[in-house]
């Protein structure tokens, strides 16, 4: 088999001969990216005003990009809630949110999707622009109230924001969507 230029398209990502010619930066799956941080209390300001504010539960910032689906967020949503990383009464995280009747404040967080492979200043290009990642962010939200059967406070997307928490623990775990292993 003749091995040229040509030939090394993504749609012949298995013919041997492509293989020296790939962009693997063009294969990194798209992801919306879930930063959860149990916290004592949580807070969010923006101009001074206070938009937000919780005491025991979770604060999930959020990054959005063009690839997500409802399936994304659905899935998202059903873990963040189920996510057992409360102390149960020995101590031992096993309970969720819900269990322990807590609160929830999500903050749409587009640096999540910061690339900083080249350079010192940070490229967003991955993270959605505002059309699609508006409905997106309160598609988010509202299958956590589904699921959670409570409402969920809110930052104010592409507000500049002032996030305050006490994280417990410190507990922060980092969940993306296209990695459900």
């Not at 088999?1 to 962009?23: D, K, T, V």
């Not at 539960?57 to 967020?73: H, K, P, R, S």
């Not at 290009?125 to 962010?137: D, G, L, Q, T, V």
Request: proline content about 3%; aromatic content about 6%; overall charge negative.
């Amino acid at each position: 088999m003749h091995c040229s230029a040509s030939n090394a398209r993504i749609e012949n990502l298995f013919n041997p001969c492509n293989l020296w010619s790939i962009n693997y930066a063009a294969l990194d799956q798209n992801k919306m990216k879930i930063v959860l941080q149990r916290v004592s209390e949580a807070s969010v300001t923006v101009d001074g005003q206070k938009t937000a504010d919780i005491q025991k539960g979770l604060l999930v910032l959020v990054g959005i990009e063009d690839a997500d689906t409802q399936e994304d967020i659905d899935w998202l949503a059903g873990k963040i809630i189920k996510m057992r990383i409360f102390g149960d009464e020995n101590d031992v995280m096993n309970c969720s949110v819900q269990d322990i009747d807590g609160e929830i404040i999500v903050v749409s967080q587009f640096t999540l999707h910061a690339s900083t492979k080249k350079g010192n200043r940070p490229s967003y290009i991955k993270a959605s622009k505002p059309e699609f990642a508006i409905p997106m962010y309160e598609n988010f939200v509202k299958a956590l109230e589904k699921e959670f059967d409570k409402k969920i406070q809110t930052g104010i997307f592409g507000a500049d924001m002032k996030v305050s928490l006490l994280n417990d623990g410190p507990v922060t775990i980092l969940i993306d969507s296209k990695n459900r292993e």
